[in-house]
C-alpha cells in the first residue's frame, strides 16, 4: 500500500514522528508530528497515482512552518525509492487547526508509482 511507503519513509527520514491521524495529546504540551492523509488516487496504463495531504504540526506557527519545509525535502527525495517514479508538490500552505488552535501547515503531492 502507498500509505505505508510514504508512512515509512518518513518515519525514517524525519527527526519527528509520522502518523496515518493526529495522536491524542493532553494540553500542554504539544508536540512536533506530521499526518499523512491520501485524498485521492487513480490508475491509468496500470500506472498508479495518489494524491496525499501531509500535514505538519508545531507548537508554534514557525515550528509547524520549519517542519513542513523538511517534509517538502524529505519527499523531493521520496523518488530515490525504487516503485516511487514521481513526486510532485501541488501546493503547500498554513492550515492552523480552527478548533484547538493547533498550528500547522499543510503540503499537497501528487505521487506516480508501481
Known amino acids: 500500500m502507498i500509505e505505508e511507503i510514504v508512512l515509512n519513509y518518513l518515519n525514517e527520514v524525519l527527526d519527528v514522528q ?5 495522536p491524542a495529546q493532553t494540553n500542554p504540551p504539544r508536540q512536533s508530528f ?3 492523509q491520501k485524498t485521492g488516487s487513480g490508475i491509468d496504463n496500470k500506472i498508479k497515482r495518489a494524491t496525499f495531504a501531509i500535514q505538519s504540526y ?3 506557527i514557525l515550528e509547524a512552518c520549519e ?3 523538511a517534509v ?3 519527499m523531493d527525495n521520496i523518488i530515490t525509492l525504487s516503485y516511487i517514479s514521481r513526486c510532485k508538490l501541488q501546493t503547500d500552505y498554513e492550515y492552523t487547526k480552527i ?3 493547533y498550528p500547522r501547515y499543510q503540503a499537497v503531492y501528487e505521487i506516480t508509482y508501481y
Do not use: C, S
Not at 509520522?18 to 493526529?22: I, K
Open 18 to 22: 509520522a502518523y496515518m491521524q493526529e
Open 34 to 36: 506530521v499526518v499523512i
Open 58 to 60: 508545531g507548537d508554534t
Open 67 to 69: 517542519l513542513n519545509e
Open 72 to 74: 517538502k525535502e524529505a
Open 99 to 101: 478548533t484547538t488552535k
